[in-house]
């Protein structure tokens, strides 16, 4: 037989409570349960809401024992009792508590509901009274007054809160402790009764003696804590006879205001019982139950026999916290260490229910056997929060090793460290052992790259370093940058953590305003290199006014310069952060500044030429090179270095060196939908395009095609978004929660394209570069020497999406896929039935995070279309006029892998009046 495992925690017998003004009370433990008098006079109603104030409620009396006890707490006070009517006159009487009224003790006479108002129960109204009747009961109305019952006591009565624990009960023949019998059955010679048996077993069990009147039993629990457990199962074997009788296990939650029935039985029956609490009590606090035999008149009486009763807890699983060391890992600089976690346990665990296990080599996996397998740790039997660790030694340099603990509380499921806290390697905490090392890396030499509105790029050379961790950089509006300022590193831009990388773009910054840099090397043992170099960026904000007062001085054998910074943008916000000052010269008076008029730069506000000599004429300007508060330029532009590179080769053309002596930048992504959209609008309102038989004219030329697969429309004045329904391509329409806000741009022309350049140009304050003139690109409008924005060179293009290293697509060798590009396959079809918003494939990038420079739309480039001769060239521009095509690159969604390489250049179309539902563009700049 299985033993009783009722694990009981008691609270102390007679603990002292104060109850504010009604003073101190003494609580006093009965059978399990706990009673304090409170001499006060209330309404009943008041006494019960005081009660259950107090966590308690009125008592509830359930045999003459606990009568006696009760009545001599209240002594010669009459005081309120949890009794009351419900229903009726005499029709009623319910406790407060739910339980079932299995003995009363009313006086003589009583209950009589006097004066028709009589509804609640008192004790010892009349020995108060009349010093006779002790312990009777009484009806009573809800009042306080003297002049009525007078009752001014109140007892409360605790049920115990008990805890299961993990042990076997030898009762010895008695009820465990809080148990309780409720009886109606006065006449029965053995009502519910323990039956001490052969060892351990307990068992408990009804009269078999035969009666008349259906008399009712109940056994009832105490209240058990269900904290710290995940699951309780109860069990217990039964023999039930008699069908003229009846038995019910009946439960309650949350403090036992309710009977729920669990199971019954209604005819003779027997068997083993398990049920899993979870299964109906899930979620609750706290559990007690009930069993309940109605008995009736049979021959030879009714019985039932309840054998092997238990209660056992599955506890919570431990909760593991902080690591040790640290998470992130910590590097250790040496081959040996303590490792760990802390463990919060819902309750006592033993020595044997604590193991950890290792990944010693560093291989991912805890399948090597030794201290990869489950090993014990040594007898931890406090309960709560604790540190469990091992001593680990390794002798493998430079691996990272991962460490997992597990333990269990008493006969509960094993709870696993890690951060997620689930068994295997995957969440696991690790360290990474270094050898010994005190020679710090090597400092880097730090460069600026591009900006944008609220990011700097920084360039660096890479440190050198055997026990590399990750490059660490510094940043503040203020000029002394030191270690205390804001920090960017591996946890911002995880590529800081590869000794190779020689690139970082810091976000978060404020627009317009100057930020300082400087960086350092860390190695794994905590080494840092000296400070990098200090740089200085101002982020992109709008454009600052021209300077004033220059004036320009003979001096000696040469021409003094000076001039008053702008101190606010052209549309008169401050403050202004200035970068530099560019020095432009030339004889022509009337010159325009480009990158062949540079002549020097400067960070003050004056600048000494040397004279060459002879009678020169010479013209200065001046450039002031920041950013206002304003909005800067809406596209996010990317900084591209002036560098050599291979250009071609693709279906058979040569390959051959294009050098490009100047900076530009390009936009990260495709120019969308709102954007254009926007400056499409600007241009209507500004009577720059007209609108007529579905098309939009500039110069000319149709630059948009407001036709079925474009996605924007026009409408008494207001151009919109729209879906396309693409009937002039796969006939596929978009759902209507379709949203081409960030979608690339399509059915614009080359002209559109080139309009569009010379739109925000304007919005900015350069001088646009195309003005409709089409045919031809002479020399003096050399698109690299153009202040305004425009369309990239061919050669731009393939420097910039092949930039480094020669890579076959923008984002290296690798064959392309769905996660890289939006493209058409014809083994798989298409990644999707349209495009992507911009940006929406990272993976993608290029190295110096272009977006989508494969696939998605055909992106036309500023050149007119002509065959490689294969000689070196420097800055090409392509022919100076052209029949039929502009070039395009880059692929569009529903091209094949091959056209996605960032040499393929297409010849099917371009014809420069082509809109087609795959061909977009991106925006250019060269670095002035």
Same mark, same amino acid.
């Not at 009760?70 to 006159?89: C, F, M, P, T, Y």
């Not at 009274?129 to 001014?152: F, V």
């Not at 014990?376 to 540190?387: E, N, R, S, V």
């Given at each position: 037989?299985?033993?009783?495992?009722?694990?009981?925690?008691?609270?102390?017998?007679?603990?002292?409570?104060?109850?504010?003004?009604?003073?101190?009370?003494?609580?006093?433990?009965?059978?399990?349960?706990?009673?304090?008098?409170?001499?006060?006079?209330?309404?009943?109603?008041?006494?019960?809401?005081?009660?259950?104030?107090?966590?308690?409620?009125?008592?509830?009396?359930?045999?003459?024992?606990?009568?006696?006890?009760?009545?001599?707490?209240?002594?010669?006070?009459?005081?309120?009792?949890? $009794?009351?009517?419900?229903?009726?006159?005499?029709?009623?009487?319910?406790?407060?508590?739910?339980?079932?009224?299995?003995?009363?003790?009313?006086?003589?006479?009583?209950?009589?509901?006097?004066?028709?108002?009589?509804?609640?129960?008192?004790?010892?109204?009349?020995?108060?009274?009349?010093?006779?009747?002790?312990?009777?009961?009484?009806?009573?109305?809800?009042?306080?007054?003297?002049?009525?019952?007078?009752?001014?006591?109140?007892?409360?009565?605790?049920?115990?809160?008990?805890?299961?624990?993990?042990?076997?009960?030898?009762?010895?023949?008695?009820?465990?402790?809080?148990? +309780?019998?409720?009886? =109606?059955?006065?006449?029965?010679?053995?009502?519910?009764?323990?039956?001490?048996?052969?060892?351990?077993?307990?068992?408990?069990?009804?009269?078999?003696?035969?009666?008349?009147?259906?008399?009712?039993?109940?056994?009832?629990?105490?209240?058990?804590?269900?904290?710290?457990?995940?699951?309780?199962?109860?069990?217990?074997?039964?023999?039930?006879?008699?069908?003229?009788?009846?038995?019910?296990?009946?439960?309650?939650?949350?403090?036992?205001?309710?009977? =729920?029935?669990?199971?019954?039985?209604?005819?003779?029956?027997?068997?083993?019982?398990?049920?899993?609490?979870?299964?109906?009590?899930?979620?609750?606090?706290?559990?007690?139950?009930?069993?309940?035999?109605?008995?009736?008149?049979?021959?030879?009486?009714?019985?039932?026999?309840?054998?092997?009763?238990?209660?056992?807890?599955?506890?919570?699983?431990?909760?593991?916290?902080?690591?040790?060391?640290?998470?992130?890992?910590?590097? *250790?600089?040496?081959?040996?260490?303590?490792?760990?976690?802390?463990?919060?346990?819902?309750?006592?665990?033993?020595?044997?229910?604590?193991?950890?296990? /290792?990944?010693?080599?560093?291989?991912?996996?805890?399948?090597?056997?030794?201290?990869?397998?489950?090993?014990?740790?040594?007898?931890?039997?406090?309960?709560?929060?604790?540190?469990?660790?091992?001593?680990?030694?390794?002798?493998?340099?430079?691996?990272?090793?991962?460490?997992?603990?597990?333990?269990?509380?008493?006969?509960?499921?094993?709870?696993?460290?890690?951060?997620?806290?689930?068994?295997?390697?995957?969440?696991?905490?690790?360290?990474?052992?270094?050898?010994?090392?005190?020679?710090?890396?090597?400092?880097?030499?730090?460069?600026?790259?591009?900006?944008?509105?609220?990011?700097?790029?920084?360039?660096?050379?890479?440190?050198?370093?055997?026990?590399?961790?990750?490059?660490?950089?510094?940043?503040?509006?203020?000029?002394?940058?030191?270690?205390?300022?804001?920090?960017?590193?591996?946890?911002?831009?995880?590529?800081?953590?590869?000794?190779?990388?020689?690139?970082?773009?810091?976000?978060?910054?404020?627009?317009?305003?100057?930020?300082?840099?400087?960086?350092?090397?860390?190695?794994?043992?905590?080494?840092?290199?000296?400070?990098?170099?200090?740089?200085?960026?101002?982020?992109?904000?709008?454009?600052?006014?021209?300077?004033?007062?220059?004036?320009?001085?003979?001096?000696?054998?040469?021409?003094?310069?000076?001039?008053?910074?702008?101190?606010?943008?052209?549309?008169?916000?401050?403050?202004?952060?200035?970068?530099?000052?560019?020095?432009?010269?030339?004889?022509?008076?009337?010159?325009?500044?480009?990158?062949?008029?540079?002549?020097?730069?400067?960070?003050?506000?004056?600048?000494?030429?040397?004279?060459?000599?002879?009678?020169?004429?010479?013209?200065?300007?001046?450039?002031?090179?920041?950013?206002?508060?304003?909005?800067?330029?809406?596209?996010?532009?990317?900084?591209?270095?002036?560098?050599?590179?291979?250009?071609?080769?693709?279906?058979?053309?040569?390959?051959?060196?294009?050098? $490009?002596?100047?900076?530009?930048? $390009?936009? =990260?992504?495709?120019?969308?939908?709102?954007?254009?959209?926007?400056?499409?609008?600007?241009?209507?309102?500004?009577?720059?395009?007209?609108?007529?038989?579905?098309?939009?004219?500039?110069?000319?030329?149709?630059?948009?095609?407001?036709?079925?697969?474009?996605? /924007? +429309?026009?409408?008494?004045?207001?151009?919109? $978004?729209?879906?396309?329904?693409?009937?002039?391509?796969?006939?596929?329409?978009?759902?209507?929660?379709?949203?081409?806000?960030?979608?690339?741009?399509?059915?614009?022309?080359?002209?559109?394209?080139?309009?569009?350049?010379? *739109?925000?140009?304007?919005?900015?304050?350069?001088?646009?570069?195309?003005?409709?003139?089409?045919?031809?690109?002479?020399?003096?409008?050399?698109?690299?020497?153009?202040?305004?924005?425009?369309?990239?060179?061919?050669?731009?293009?393939?420097?910039?999406?092949?930039?480094?290293?020669?890579?076959?697509?923008?984002?290296?060798?690798?064959?392309?896929?769905?996660?890289?590009?939006?493209?058409?396959?014809?083994?798989?079809?298409?990644?999707?039935?349209?495009?992507?918003?911009?940006?929406?494939?990272?993976?993608?990038?290029?190295?110096?995070?272009?977006?989508?420079?494969?696939?998605?739309?055909?992106?036309?480039?500023?050149?007119?279309?002509?065959?490689?001769?294969?000689?070196?060239?420097?800055?090409?521009?392509?022919?100076?006029?052209?029949?039929?095509?502009?070039?395009?690159?880059?692929?569009?969604?529903?091209?094949?892998?091959?056209?996605?390489?960032?040499?393929?250049?297409?010849?099917?179309?371009?014809?420069?009046?082509?809109?087609?539902?795959?061909?977009?563009?991106?925006?250019?700049?060269?670095?002035?």
């Amino acid at each position: 037989m299985r033993g009783i495992q009722l694990l009981s925690f008691c609270l102390v017998a007679a603990a002292v409570l104060n109850t504010d003004a009604f003073g101190q009370v003494n609580r006093v433990e009965f059978n399990g349960h706990e009673y304090a008098f409170v001499d006060q006079e209330m309404t009943w109603t008041e006494a019960r809401d005081f009660a259950e104030g107090m966590g308690g409620y009125l008592v509830c009396i359930g045999s003459s024992q606990e009568n006696t006890f009760v009545a001599g707490l209240a002594g010669s006070v009459s005081s309120w009792i949890g $009794l009351r009517e419900v229903g009726g006159v005499n029709n009623n009487w319910q406790w407060v508590n739910d339980e079932p009224v299995v003995f009363t003790n009313w006086a003589s006479g009583e209950p009589n509901n006097g004066g028709g108002t009589e509804w609640v129960c008192q004790i010892n109204y009349q020995y108060q009274q009349t010093g006779l009747q002790y312990g009777k009961w009484d009806d009573g109305q809800n009042d306080n007054s003297p002049y009525g019952n007078g009752t001014h006591g109140i007892i409360i009565e605790w049920d115990f809160i008990e805890h299961i624990e993990d042990e076997y009960f030898n009762n010895s023949g008695t009820l465990p402790s809080g148990w +309780t019998i409720q009886s =109606q059955s006065a006449t029965l010679t053995t009502p519910w009764a323990p039956v001490q048996e052969a060892g351990d077993d307990w068992v408990i069990q009804t009269s078999q003696t035969a009666f008349s009147v259906p008399q009712v039993e109940w056994l009832i629990s105490p209240v058990y804590s269900l904290a710290g457990y995940q699951d309780i199962e109860l069990g217990y074997s039964h023999s039930y006879t008699h069908a003229s009788s009846s038995a019910i296990v009946k439960y309650s939650v949350n403090g036992g205001v309710a009977w =729920q029935n669990l199971t019954s039985y209604s005819s003779t029956s027997s068997g083993d019982i398990v049920t899993d609490i979870a299964s109906w009590a899930d979620g609750a606090t706290n559990v007690r139950f009930a069993f309940v035999f109605t008995g009736q008149f049979v021959v030879g009486g009714a019985s039932w026999r309840i054998d092997d009763f238990y209660l056992d807890g599955v506890p919570t699983p431990p909760v593991a916290s902080a690591p040790i060391p640290a998470q992130p890992p910590t590097n *250790w600089n040496g081959l040996a260490g303590t490792i760990g976690c802390s463990w919060t346990h819902p309750l006592t665990v033993s020595g044997t229910d604590l193991e950890v296990r /290792i990944d010693s080599n560093g291989d991912g996996d805890y399948s090597d056997g030794g201290s990869e397998d489950w090993t014990a740790l040594p007898d931890t039997i406090d309960a709560g929060t604790q540190a469990v660790t091992a001593q680990v030694a390794y002798a493998v340099e430079g691996l990272h090793q991962a460490f997992e603990f597990r333990a269990r509380s008493g006969n509960g499921l094993w709870g696993y460290s890690g951060t997620s806290g689930t068994e295997g390697i995957a969440d696991d905490w690790y360290v990474s052992i270094v050898e010994p090392d005190s020679i710090p890396p090597t400092s880097s030499t730090l460069l600026t790259g591009g900006s944008s509105a609220n990011s700097v790029t920084l360039l660096f050379s890479p440190t050198v370093e055997d026990h590399f961790a990750r490059y660490e950089f510094r940043c503040s509006t203020d000029s002394l940058v030191d270690e205390s300022d804001l920090l960017w590193t591996d946890t911002d831009d995880p590529s800081l953590a590869q000794l190779g990388t020689y690139a970082t773009t810091v976000t978060g910054l404020a627009s317009g305003t100057a930020w300082y840099f400087r960086m350092w090397a860390v190695d794994q043992a905590g080494n840092r290199s000296s400070a990098s170099n200090r740089v200085r960026k101002v982020t992109e904000g709008s454009q600052v006014s021209p300077v004033t007062d220059l004036h320009a001085a003979v001096q000696g054998n040469g021409i003094q310069l000076t001039w008053t910074a702008p101190t606010a943008d052209i549309y008169g916000q401050t403050p202004v952060a200035i970068e530099h000052f560019e020095v432009h010269s030339s004889v022509d008076p009337f010159f325009v500044p480009s990158a062949g008029t540079l002549i020097g730069t400067t960070t003050g506000t004056s600048y000494f030429v040397n004279n060459p000599g002879g009678d020169v004429r010479s013209c200065f300007k001046m450039v002031a090179v920041g950013a206002g508060p304003g909005q800067p330029f809406p596209i996010p532009l990317i900084l591209v270095p002036a560098g050599t590179f291979m250009m071609g080769p693709s279906g058979g053309y040569p390959e051959y060196e294009v050098s $490009l002596t100047h900076q530009f930048q $390009l936009g =990260q992504t495709e120019v969308t939908n709102s954007q254009y959209l926007a400056a499409l609008q600007w241009a209507y309102e500004n009577s720059l395009v007209t609108v007529a038989n579905n098309h939009v004219y500039a110069h000319g030329q149709i630059i948009v095609d407001l036709s079925v697969n474009g996605e /924007i +429309t026009f409408s008494n004045g207001t151009f919109e $978004l729209c879906r396309a329904s693409n009937a002039g391509a796969w006939g596929y329409q978009e759902a209507e929660t379709y949203d081409p806000t960030n979608h690339p741009v399509k059915e614009v022309t080359w002209y559109g394209a080139a309009c569009y350049c010379d *739109w925000i140009s304007e919005q900015h304050g350069l001088e646009p570069y195309y003005q409709g003139r089409w045919n031809q690109i002479p020399a003096g409008l050399n698109p690299y020497l153009a202040n305004g924005y425009r369309l990239p060179t061919e050669a731009e293009w393939e420097y910039a999406a092949q930039f480094g290293d020669d890579r076959i697509y923008p984002w290296g060798n690798n064959e392309p896929s769905c996660e890289l590009a939006t493209f058409g396959d014809n083994v798989t079809g298409d990644c999707v039935d349209w495009t992507y918003p911009v940006g929406s494939l990272p993976l993608g990038a290029s190295s110096l995070g272009l977006q989508d420079m494969a696939g998605n739309v055909w992106e036309w480039c500023n050149d007119w279309y002509s065959e490689y001769d294969g000689t070196p060239q420097t800055d090409p521009i392509g022919p100076y006029s052209g029949i039929n095509w502009r070039i395009r690159r880059g692929g569009c969604w529903v091209n094949s892998p091959n056209q996605l390489a960032c040499a393929y250049r297409n010849t099917s179309f371009g014809n420069p009046g082509d809109a087609l539902w795959a061909l977009g563009f991106r925006v250019c700049r060269t670095v002035q």
